[in-house]
């Protein structure tokens, strides 16, 4: 399939990072460019040629990837390039600030595979998994490095690529990165020991379902129970007996697909009951428990939080003369409108009826006029429905703690709201502090 080249800037010091972010964006057919040191001057942080997207983590560069963002943010041109943060505190407050960039997305470490890829599908402007390839990395943990070899061979027979380790302290680093489809592991290392590394996996929250297959020379009965009692998936004997292999490690990823799929479904079921099935935005019920998360990061992080309500206005006369098929088509398309004008980590809901709510992680009262701004006029500007209807809205915000207390966020935006439609409707209102 012919895609039009496209490239990814590297932004990592990493080196095991920059080759499995480099191997997954030449995947997609893309040529890449690697920053693995900072020039002295940020007028050279971007490469000569302007890149299609940024994959970001500058861990170990003296500059934070907030503080790098803000630097690209400051050059206009910069504005429309897609940015990944791939640092493994990604979906931290630090990341989570406003930027004039047209998509700021998280993808933390350990990075899975196939969802970063269709991430970045669905950034390149491709469609969803037009080149995501079923294959999924292994990590294979073994100092024998024909054996390594082989069992590098043998995945690779099954649609598993494959990353070697040769010591415990090499694959610690490797996990650091990669979240892999499974891990083969020998018991005997040089420097330590591979029921250790199997025990450390399962009392890990982010890897404690990886599928781990021990591939060991020691096939006495008390070694294998042992093996399986440390949260190993199955025992492979050495030498290795290439059907033997294929079975047991088919069976073990065939229930790791299961298990996935189960978690999917799961999560979709999730999704169905935080959305409003017609705007497709959170629904109430997920607004106060985002308003809650949110408000406990910001204790954290010390960083702002914004709150936008926002209101139809005159709305129910679109009903009466239009009837609520026509209302139902304007709320929908208010629903589109509204996740466009905002960044992606931003909180849009359906508070009730004709009225909506945005959380704005990290925006100051500045930026949070901004967007609300932004939303208005962008509203004003077009037709709705069917019947081409004009339709405007009005907003009242919030911010903590800059303007409003942390139990008022709400009812301050809701005052602010009151004012905005007493006062003429089609404009923003920002509460004030008492």
């Known amino acids: 399939m012919n895609i039009i080249s496209k490239k990814a800037l590297i932004v990592d010091a990493n080196p095991i990072s920059v080759q499995f972010l480099s191997q997954a964006t030449e995947m997609l057919g893309m040529d890449t460019q690697v920053l693995s040191t900072l020039p002295e001057s940020p007028e050279d942080w971007m490469p000569t040629l302007t890149p299609d997207v940024i994959l970001v983590d500058t861990s170990g560069m003296g500059i934070t990837t907030a503080d790098y963002i803000s630097q690209l943010d400051t050059n206009v041109d910069n504005h429309k390039i897609p940015i990944v943060v791939t640092s493994a505190s990604a979906g931290d407050a630090e990341v989570k600030r ?4 047209a998509e700021v997305k998280s993808a933390p470490k350990p990075i899975e595979l196939p969802p970063f890829l269709r991430m970045l599908n669905t950034l390149l402007g ?3 998994g037009q080149r995501v390839p079923k294959r999924a990395p292994a990590i294979i943990v073994e100092d024998v490095n024909t054996t390594a070899l082989i069992v590098q061979k043998l995945l690779d027979v099954l649609g598993v690529d494959s990353y070697i380790c040769n010591t415990v302290a090499a694959f610690e680093e490797y996990v650091k990165v990669i979240y892999p489809e499974i891990i083969s592991l020998d018991l005997y290392l040089p420097d330590g020991n591979g029921l250790d590394i199997c025990k450390s996996i399962r009392s890990s929250r982010k890897l404690d379902e990886l599928p781990i297959v021990i591939v ?9 129970v042992e093996c399986l009692r440390a949260g190993a998936n199955d025992h492979i004997s050495k030498p290795i007996i290439k059907e033997e292999f294929f079975a047991r490690v088919s069976n073990v990823l065939k229930i790791r697909t299961l298990q996935k799929d189960l978690h999917d479904q799961q999560k979709q079921m999730e999704r169905l009951a935080f959305t409003d099935p017609l705007t497709l935005l959170f629904n109430r019920t997920y607004m106060d428990m985002a308003l809650q998360r949110e408000l406990e990061r910001t204790r954290r992080s010390k960083s702002p939080l914004g709150l936008l309500l926002i209101d139809l206005d005159f709305f129910k006369r679109v009903n009466d003369t239009h009837g609520h098929e026509v209302g139902d088509e304007v709320l929908r398309e208010f629903g589109a409108l509204l996740r466009t004008a905002i960044r992606s980590y931003d909180v849009p809901c359906r508070y009730g009826g004709e009225e909506f709510c945005v959380l704005l992680p990290g925006s100051t009262a500045s930026n949070v006029v901004t967007v609300a701004e932004r939303i208005r006029k962008a509203c004003e500007t077009r037709t709705f429905s069917s019947k081409a209807l004009k339709q405007t809205i009005s907003i009242g915000t919030s911010v903590y703690p800059e303007l409003s207390r942390e139990n008022a966020l709400i009812s301050d935006a809701d005052k602010a709201l009151y004012s905005a439609k007493q ?5 923003t209102i920002v509460s004030l502090p008492k």
């Open 98 to 101: 406003v930027f004039d960039a």
């Open 126 to 128: 491709w469609n969803s």
């Open 216 to 224: 060991s020379g020691n096939t006495e009965m008390d070694t294998v």
């Open 423 to 427: 006062s003429g409707r089609n404009r």
